[in-house]
C-alpha cells in the first residue's frame, strides 16, 4: 500500500482493492446499529481525512471529492490558514454566546458580508448554525417586517429540515411526509426549469410564465399582495437538480416584488460564497435580494449561517431572534480566513476551473445518447441523464449507477434532482483533478450507456 502511494502523484486518486474496505466495513455495521436511518448514504465512503480536494478513507484509499462535503469546503478540506484560525482561536476562546455578550470576530465578519452582500446597501446580520437557520431567520424577518404572513416558495426548493425551512422545501416527498401540519401560508410556484418547462416553453419564446403564475394566479388568489411577505427563491436551485434560471427569470420577479411591496429573499446556502464564479450567484444576473440566507461555504466547514439583510429591515428588538451557538467566535474566524482565500484567488479559479469543465462537457449530448443537458455556473455544474433524448424520459437508475462506478473509480460525485448528477468541488481543484473527473465520468457514462442500449 506504502509503495502504491509513492508511486502516485498526491492530488489524485488511488484505490486499491474491493470497496468498501475492511475497516470501513466494520464502521458501516457501526453506524447501522446506532445512528438515525435517517441519513441517506449513496455509497460505502468512510472518510478519514482530507486535503485540499483530496478525501482519504479508513482503509487508505485516496478520492477526488468533487463533492466538497455538499459544496460546504469552499477552500478544500483542511486549509492550512483555515485550520491555523481555528486553532488559534480555539486555543483563546471557544465560546462566549453572542446572545448575551460581544466579541470581535462576530461584529468583524457581520462587518465584511455587509460589505460582500449583493447590491451596496447597508446590511445587517444574524448568525445561526445552518442554512435552515438562517431561512428561519428570513421567514421570521420577513413577517416581522411587513407585518405579512404569506410565502411564496417554489417546486423543487430545498431550504432545509428545521419546521419553518421544510414547509418552504417543495423537493421529495418522504423530507415532508409524517411531519405536518407545517408553517401555514407557504404556497408554491414552478421554478424556471427550462430544460423541463412546466409550460412547454422554450427559452427563446418563453414570456417568463413562472413569474407570471406568481403574478396573475398566486396574488389574485390565495397570496394577495397585502398578506404576501416574501418570496423565496433558490439562485441557482441546488437539490433540485443544479438548475440555472435565465437573466429574465430574475428582472421579472424582481418587477413583481417590487411593485408589489413583496421582500425578494434569496437562498444562497449552495450557490453562494464563490461557488459559481461569483461571489454570488445572483450577481451574473445583476439581481439583488433584500435579505439573504448563506451557509455551507462560509466557514470551510465550521457550522455557520447567516440572515443577512437590508439594515433597514433588521430591526427587531433584543430577543426577537437569536441562537445560542451561532456565531460562534472559532466559526467566525474560519469563516473570515474563507472570505479572505475567496477574495484572493478562490472565486477566481472556480471560474477558470467550471469554464474548464464545461467546455470539456458541453458537447457530451451529442457524444452519449444517455445525456439530456449539461448546465452550470462556475463549479455549481448539473450533468442529467435520461433515457431518451427525444422524449427527455428521466434516468434515475442510471445517474445511480453512473455515480456508483465514479466512486469505485476514486471520484465522488452525488446526484441533484430525480436523474441529475451534481459537479461541487472544492474551489481549489486544479485542473489536472477536473480532467480527471471528466475523464472518468466519461468512461462510466460510456458503460452505462451502452449497458442499457
Not at 417554489?154 to 411526509?177: D, E, I, M, N, Y
Not at 449507477?401 to 441529475?420: I, P, Y
Request: contains cysteine; aromatic residues 6%.
Amino acid at each position: 500500500m506504502v509503495q502504491i502511494r509513492e508511486q502516485v502523484r498526491p492530488d489524485l486518486p488511488v484505490v486499491s482493492g474491493p470497496l468498501p474496505g475492511p475497516r470501513a466495513q466494520a464502521v458501516i455495521a457501526r453506524d447501522g446499529e446506532f445512528v438515525s436511518p435517517s441519513y441517506t448514504r449513496s455509497y460505502p465512503l468512510v472518510a478519514e481525512r482530507g486535503e485540499g480536494a483530496i478525501v482519504e478513507d479508513v482503509d487508505g484509499n485516496r478520492f477526488l471529492d468533487f463533492n466538497a462535503g455538499i459544496a460546504v469546503v469552499a477552500t478544500g478540506h483542511c486549509h492550512p490558514r483555515v485550520v491555523e484560525a481555528i486553532q488559534k482561536q480555539a486555543a483563546r476562546l471557544i465560546h462566549m454566546s453572542c446572545t448575551d455578550f460581544y466579541y470581535e470576530g462576530m461584529a468583524t465578519l457581520a462587518e465584511k458580508l455587509s460589505a460582500i452582500a449583493p447590491g451596496n446597501v447597508p446590511r445587517r446580520v444574524s448568525f445561526g448554525n445552518s442554512g435552515a437557520e438562517a431561512i428561519e431567520g428570513c421567514i421570521k424577518l420577513a413577517r416581522y417586517a411587513t407585518g405579512r404572513d404569506k410565502i411564496i416558495a417554489f417546486f423543487g426548493s430545498f431550504h432545509g429540515r428545521t419546521l419553518g425551512a421544510l414547509s418552504l422545501t417543495a423537493r421529495k416527498a418522504v423530507q415532508r411526509r409524517g411531519f405536518g401540519p407545517l408553517l401555514p401560508g407557504v404556497v408554491h410556484a414552478p421554478y424556471p426549469y427550462c430544460y423541463r418547462c412546466p409550460f412547454g416553453k422554450r427559452p427563446d419564446d418563453c414570456a417568463v410564465e413562472c413569474v407570471g403564475h406568481i403574478e396573475n394566479t398566486l396574488l389574485k388568489t390565495i397570496a394577495p399582495p397585502e398578506e404576501t411577505a416574501a418570496i423565496v427563491v433558490e439562485t441557482v436551485q441546488g437539490e433540485g437538480g443544479y438548475i440555472v434560471p435565465p437573466q429574465k427569470f430574475f428582472d421579472e420577479l424582481a418587477r413583481v416584488a417590487r411593485q408589489n411591496g413583496i421582500l425578494l429573499i434569496f437562498d444562497e446556502v449552495q450557490s453562494g460564497m464563490g461557488r459559481t464564479g461569483k461571489m454570488w450567484a445572483g450577481d451574473h444576473f445583476g439581481a439583488v435580494p433584500d435579505v439573504l440566507a448563506v451557509a455551507k461555504g462560509i466557514a470551510s466547514g465550521m457550522p455557520l449561517g447567516a440572515t443577512v439583510a437590508r439594515t433597514d429591515l433588521m430591526n427587531w428588538p433584543p430577543g426577537a431572534h437569536a441562537s445560542t451557538f451561532g456565531g460562534n467566535p472559532v466559526a467566525c474566524a474560519a469563516a473570515l480566513v474563507t472570505i479572505a482565500l475567496l477574495e484572493e484567488e478562490l472565486v477566481d479559479n472556480a471560474a477558470r476551473m467550471g469554464a474548464y469543465l464545461m467546455d470539456r462537457m458541453h458537447d457530451w449530448p451529442q457524444r452519449f445518447p444517455i445525456v439530456g443537458e449539461v448546465r452550470g455556473l462556475g463549479l455549481m455544474i448539473g450533468i442529467e441523464l435520461v433515457r431518451d433524448q427525444a422524449t427527455r424520459a428521466r434516468a434515475p437508475e442510471l445517474r445511480d449507477e453512473v455515480v456508483g462506478r465514479a466512486f469505485e473509480r476514486g471520484l465522488l460525485v452525488l446526484g441533484a434532482g430525480d436523474n441529475t448528477i451534481r459537479l461541487c468541488p472544492p474551489l481549489v481543484v486544479n485542473r489536472d483533478q477536473c480532467a480527471f473527473a471528466v475523464e472518468t465520468l466519461e468512461a462510466c457514462i460510456s458503460e452505462v450507456g451502452n449497458r442499457h442500449a
